[in-house]
Nanobody
Framework: QVPLLESGGGLVQPGGSLRLSCAGS????????MGWYRQIPGKQRELVAF???????RYGDSIKGRFTISRDNAKNTMYLQMNSLKPEDTAVYYC?????WGKGTLVTVSS
């Protein structure tokens, strides 16, 4: 089983929305902090947002006010609601918990 599995990526027009999911094969309550990162080819991976087990959230400056991170410990799933998407949001989005990384899901924002 893949410890963390992302889904929900795809092609969307500028201004559109997507919701990414990160499903854990074990209880995500084991992880105090979980996060979403993204990477554009040729650039460093950057933090998008993280959320603690208690629901405290922090966001990267480039996406504040547009993205919302959440987690449902009962469903072992973390989410990233992305609104008002811009072409510069195009990247592979990765789910992270501690030293565990998902394989990523590609988000492409283009008309």
């Amino acid at each position: 089983q893949v410890p963390l599995l992302e889904s929900g990526g795809g092609l969307v027009q500028p201004g559109g929305s997507l919701r990414l999911s990160c499903a854990g094969s074990e209880s995500i309550s084991n992880f105090y902090v979980m996060g979403w990162y993204r990477q554009i080819p040729g650039k460093q991976r950057e933090l998008v947002a993280f959320i603690t087990r208690d629901g405290v959230t922090r966001y990267g400056d480039s996406i504040k006010g547009r993205f919302t991170i959440s987690r449902d410990n009962a469903k072992n799933t973390m989410y990233l609601q992305m609104n008002s998407l811009k072409p510069e949001d195009t990247a592979v989005y990765y789910c992270n918990a501690g030293i565990i990384w998902g394989k990523g899901t590609l988000v492409t924002v283009s008309s």
